[in-house]
Every structure is written in structure tokens, then in C-alpha cells.
């Protein structure tokens, strides 16, 4: 047995320290060399008890062991596999940094790294090497002792786990954080955490750009409408009363004190009723000394709907006499007075009224009529008293005539006519025409004064431009033109006079002016299908004829004609007037000494033009004027030579007649 003296660290160490009788002996299972005696000197036994090996040479001759690198304790150490059976100490590696340079396969079951840093340069570490299945894998993770917890793979639920709170900044999607909440994360700077100041503030900035235009209506908080706000008023309104409106200091409730006070007042002075006034007590009492009432008839008993049963009347106060009624006996039913207030008489009683004249006694003023009482009144009475009859100038062989234009019976001479002048009862002169006149109706009179004393048939009359037939619709009293039909209010009449009367020698006698002097007027009726009317006279002309179909003017040439037919002057028109329609035909006949004709001018208005050229000579006064057959009035006319101007321009395609009265 060898016997170890001492430890040594180095070869070198070893060498220095050997004596002669002393030899070395490496102990393979420390590491370690050691001494031992020996018998041959140390030099050479040292050298020959040595020999070089795999990766190691020996020169015997110099006693250097060589190993191919340097192995101090600085330098790099590379060994290309290195095989440990046992265990490898760190007490076995005397070096600082240990580099393998293949692969480190360690078979062991266990492997214990005590380096306070680990580092790994493959980006994947493999755990479970060799498992198949997930089960295999089932629990495999890191563990991290002291802390006591660990990070494992689950099987069943093929899940990663942790069994202790990650904190770490994460990508991608995160399934469960059901035990964190806000507290744990800090805010950043985009995606900022709520607060109420936040809220308001973007609530403020983002509703004062919005309207409700931008808010849908709900079911319960409706928008405002018109008509619900209508609707909605109706429904409350209906359920208040005055009670629920505070009075205002102007429109004050009613009270019976401030009705008592105002009435007061108001009885104090003159009361003046704007509307009815209806008393509804039971006695009315006027102490006025003058009562005017408007109406003409006072209505007594109003109240009575039924079966009449009480007596009704006037009673007069008398003071210290007797009053007196005058009453309607309903029991008798006839009306009854009283002179002493007991005692009634009933009227028309054979004592005071049989109810005419012979029971009424003859006073002093108003006589009756009796032949004995005119016969004396003619007797004593001459045609002067006559209203009617002006006997200036009477003179011998004279006899009384009608003046129209007096409307007087006044002396007129058969031989000399020296008593007045003839043709200023029946012509007027040629430079004289009467002036159209107009009337606007009221509504309450159908008589109106005119100037001239004329025959009606001498005139032409239209309410509101329809033509009235004389005789008919209108008649002339005197100096009165009476509508036969009340006009009504705003109605406009217009009268114009036939005053050119030419009167041909001879015709007039002592009695009359002959017939055939008049202006004859030919009546018909239509019955829808005829448009030939047989004519009493031949005018000579269609322009001697004045047609009124229906009260509506009618144009010559265009609306009707003259023709003959079998030797009979016959009035044709241009298509059948209507069934019951009535026509007038005014044969205006012309003195042939005179030789006068009737003349017309036709146009059709285009709504601009307002001058039309007409005959020379004429004035408004001697021109009819007809706009689609109603005549209008001269005042919306004027006439300067030979060009007649409206005032206002006459319609597009409205018919323009223009007749020429002569002159």
C-alpha cells in the first residue's frame, strides 16, 4: 500500500518535493497524486515511471507532459465529447467557464444547474420529450421553487394554466379575466378610463351639435306637435273651470256684488242696450214720462204656446178716476174696451161700429163721398184746378195737347200752331239728345225719378247689362221709372232715351199721331228647332233691326238677318234660339223723306287693342255699344272724331257691336 505523505496541486509541486526514497502514485478515484518511498534515486525513476497516454505525450528525457492546448486555470479548455459516469462536482471542475462543443445528452434521471443565471440561446425549449399523446404531456411545465407555483400544461382541458396572478403585457386574444378588473391595469393614453367630468364634458361638446331632428321618438317621451299640443289642451281644458284660473287684474269674475255695483252705476245715468234685453222677473216697471218704442207692433202674451186663456190688452192709469182697458176677450174672442174701468163694450156693435161706414158718424172734416157732393164740387171747379193742366196762352180755337216734356196738358192750336210748337212735343231737334241716366238699386225702392216726362216704349232700360222688356219688366209713370221686380242691393240700372223721333208729314192729327209713326215691337217664343220669325212690318234692313233674345242683344249679320220668304219680310237667325226662350224684334221704320238709316260696326277685342274707328259725327250720346250682346254705359267710353276708345281694353275674342242712333 502506497502511503500518502502529501497533496499536492501541480506535477511541478510533486517534482519539487520528492526525495529519493519516496515515489508518486495517482489515486484515479480523487484526482490526486501521491508519494511514496522508493529505492532508486528520483530523477530517473520519475521520468521512467512515466508515459504518455491518449491526448497526452511525455519526453522522458525533459520530463514534460504535453496535452495539445493550454489548460491553465485562464485559458479555454475544448474536449469534443466528455463521457461522466457518476457525478460531476463543481469540485471536480477547477475551471471558471466549462464549454461543450457538441451536444450535452444527459441520461440521468435528474439534472441540478446551482448557476444563478441560466442562459438559453434555442428559442424553443422541448419538455415531455418522447411523449405521444397529450396525456403523456399532461402536467408537464415550469415549477419555480420557494414561490411554490408553476406553470403546466392541462390535458383535459388542453389548456396552459397558472396557478398564481400573470402579470405581463398581452397580444391577441384573452378568454377569461374574470378575476381582474380596472384597478389592476394602468391607463393609457388613447383609450382613457371613465370619469363623470369626462363624460359630462363630451356629453356637453357632442349634444351642442345635435337637434331632436337627430333623436328618434320614443313611445313615452312624445315630441311636440301642433296638433297633440291641440289635442292635449282640449282634453285638459275640459276637465277645469273658471275655479282653476287665478283671476287676472283685468278680466275680472263675476260677483253679485260687482254686478250689483256696476248696474248701480250704470242705472244711475242713460243705459243704452247694444244687443236684446230680456227680463225674466215678474213685473217690469218704467217711470219714464216718455216711452219711444222703435217697433210698430207690441207683442202681448208672449208666452202663451198653448190653448189662448187669458184676457190681453192696454190698461191706462187715471189716478183718482176710473182706468180704462182696451183687451182681447178671450172667452168672447173679440176684443172689448171700457170708459169707466167695469162696464166693456165689445167693438162693432150696432150702437158705436157695425163694422164699416154706416156705423161710423160723420164729422165735421172728413166727409163722406156723396154724387150730390162731386156734382156740386165739378160744377164749381174748371180744368185750371187740374194739377196736370197749365192753361197759359189759352187763347180761342185752341185745344189742350200733352207736352211729354212737361208731362202738362197746355194749349195747342190745330191751324196755326201758333199756341206752341208741335215738334217740341213729339221731335226733339236735331242737335238734342237726352242724356243717359243711371241708378244704383238700395235694396228697399223699385221707383226712380228721371229727368225726361217719356213713353216707355221710347226707351231702353238694363239692370246690370241685361236688357228689361217695357211693359213687362219696367213701366214708365210720368217722371218714374218703376222695376216690376224689387232690384236688388249694389244693382246697377241704366236708362237710355229713344229720343230721335222723325215724324213724316201729316201724321199728326187732332186726336193723335198716326200709327205709323210708332216703333212696332214683334213679339215670338222659341221652341228650339225654328230660326225663321215672320215679321208685322219690313224694316227694310237688317240694320233697322233691334233683336233682344232672352234680354241679351243681339249682333245683325252675325246672330240673325233680314230675308224674304214667300213676299213676307222674315227675321232668320244664324241658329234656332232655345225652347220657351222669348224674343223681341224692334222695327225701328225710318221716315223715307229723310232718308235716315240705322248703321253698325263689328269688331272682335284681342285684350290690347282699345281705340276702333267708327262713322264721323258721333258723340257717346248717339251710340249703343254692346260687349258680347250687354250694353255698357257711355262713362266707360270715349268718342274724339272718328275713333272710339275704351277705358279698359275689351277681352280677347269678345264680340264688339257699335250701333249708329241717327243724327
Request: hydrophobic letters at 30%.
Amino acid at each position: 500500500m502506497a502511503v500518502v505523505l502529501r497533496e499536492y496541486n501541480t506535477i511541478e509541486e510533486l517534482y519539487e518535493n520528492l526525495t529519493a526514497t519516496c515515489g508518486i502514485d495517482f489515486n484515479d478515484s480523487i484526482g490526486n497524486f501521491s508519494g511514496y518511498p522508493i529505492q532508486q534515486s528520483i530523477p530517473s525513476c520519475a521520468r521512467e515511471s512515466l508515459c504518455g497516454g491518449t491526448g497526452v505525450t511525455y519526453n522522458n528525457q525533459t520530463g514534460e507532459i504535453a496535452i495539445g492546448q493550454n489548460v491553465a486555470t485562464t485559458s479555454d479548455v475544448t474536449f469534443n465529447t466528455v463521457c461522466i459516469n457518476g457525478s460531476l462536482l463543481s469540485d471536480d471542475i477547477t475551471a471558471s467557464t466549462v464549454t461543450v462543443c457538441g451536444d450535452l445528452t444527459v441520461t440521468g434521471t435528474t439534472t441540478t444547474v446551482n448557476s444563478s443565471t441560466l442562459e438559453i440561446k434555442d428559442v424553443n425549449i422541448t419538455l415531455a420529450k418522447g411523449a405521444t399523446t397529450p396525456t403523456q404531456a399532461n402536467g408537464g411545465g415550469i415549477y419555480l421553487e420557494g414561490a411554490n407555483t408553476c406553470f403546466y400544461y392541462n390535458s383535459i382541458a388542453d389548456t396552459w394554466n397558472l396557478d398564481k396572478n400573470l402579470c405581463a403585457n398581452l397580444l391577441g386574444q384573452v378568454t377569461d379575466i374574470s378575476n381582474h378588473n380596472t384597478d389592476d391595469l394602468a391607463e393609457g393614453v388613447v383609450n382613457l378610463y371613465y370619469t363623470t367630468t369626462r363624460a359630462n364634458t363630451d356629453f356637453d361638446t357632442r349634444l351642442g351639435t345635435k337637434t331632436t331632428d337627430d333623436l328618434t321618438e320614443g313611445t313615452i317621451n312624445l315630441y311636440y306637435t301642433t296638433t297633440r299640443a291641440n289635442t292635449d289642451f282640449d282634453t285638459r281644458f275640459a276637465t277645469k273651470t273658471t275655479d282653476d284660473l287665478t283671476e287676472g287684474p283685468n278680466n275680472l269674475y263675476y260677483t253679485d256684488t260687482r254686478a250689483d255695483a256696476r248696474i248701480s252705476n250704470a242705472l244711475s245715468g242713460d243705459i243704452t242696450v247694444g244687443g236684446n234685453l230680456t227680463v225674466q222677473g215678474t213685473t217690469t216697471t218704467v217711470d219714464s214720462n216718455v216711452v219711444n218704442i222703435g217697433d210698430s207692433i207690441i207683442t202681448l202674451n208672449a208666452d202663451e204656446i198653448g190653448a189662448p186663456t187669458q184676457d190681453a190688452g192696454i190698461e191706462i192709469q187715471r189716478g183718482t178716476e176710473c182706468n180704462v182697458f182696451i183687451k182681447f176677450n178671450e172667452t168672447s174672442d173679440i176684443w172689448q174696451y171700457t170708459n169707466d174701468g167695469t162696464t166693456f163694450t165689445n167693438f162693432g156693435t150696432a150702437s158705436i161700429f157695425t163694422g164699416n161706414t154706416d156705423g161710423v158718424n160723420e164729422g165735421s172734416t172728413n166727409l163722406y163721398y156723396t154724387d150730390a157732393r162731386v156734382d156740386a164740387r165739378l160744377q164749381s171747379s174748371s180744368l185750371n184746378t187740374l194739377c196736370d193742366v197749365n192753361l197759359s196762352g189759352l187763347a180761342n180755337g185752341c185745344f189742350l195737347a200733352y207736352n211729354s216734356l212737361t208731362c202738362n196738358f197746355e194749349p195747342a192750336n190745330p191751324s196755326s200752331n201758333v199756341c206752341i210748337n208741335i215738334n217740341d212735343i213729339y221731335c226733339l231737334s236735331s242737335e238734342t239728345f237726352a242724356t243717359p241716366e243711371t241708378f244704383t238699386a238700395d235694396g228697399l225702392t223699385d221707383c226712380f225719378l228721371i229727368t225726361q216726362c217719356v213713353d216707355q216704349n221710347s226707351t231702353l232700360v238694363y239692370v246690370n247689362t241685361i236688357w228689361q222688356r217695357p211693359g213687362t219688366d219696367y213701366n214708365i209713370y210720368n217722371n218714374d221709372l218703376c222695376m216690376t221686380t224689387m232690384p236688388d242691393n249694389g244693382d246697377v240700372i241704366y236708362l237710355r232715351y229713344l229720343n230721335r223721333v222723325e215724324v213724316a208729314d201729316g201724321s199728326i192729327t187732332l186726336n193723335h199721331l198716326a200709327a205709323s209713326t210708332y216703333i212696332p215691337v214683334d213679339l215670338f217664343t222659341g221652341d228650339g228647332n225654328t230660326t225663321d220669325f215672320t215679321l208685322s212690318l219690313d224694316p227694310g234692313s237688317t240694320n233697322h233691326l233691334q233683336v233682344v233674345v232672352g234680354g241679351l242683344m243681339q249682333r245683325p249679320g252675325t246672330h240673325f238677318n233680314l230675308v224674304t220668304v214667300n213676299n213676307n219680310p222674315t227675321l232668320r237667325f244664324t241658329a234656332p234660339p232655345a225652347n220657351t226662350v222669348e224674343i223681341e224684334a224692334y222695327l225701328i221704320r225710318i221716315a223715307t223723306s229723310t232718308n235716315r238709316q240705322y248703321t253698325s260696326s263689328q269688331y272682335v277685342g284681342n285684350g290690347v287693342l282699345t281705340d276702333f274707328v267708327i262713322e264721323n259725327g258721333h258723340t257717346v250720346n248717339d251710340v249703343l255699344v254692346f260687349l258680347n250682346g250687354s250694353l255698357i254705359p257711355p262713362n266707360e267710353y270715349t268718342i274724339s272724331g272718328t275713333t272710339l276708345q275704351f277705358g279698359d281694353a275689351p277681352l280677347n275674342l269678345q264680340e264688339i257691336d257699335i250701333r249708329y242712333l241717327p243724327i
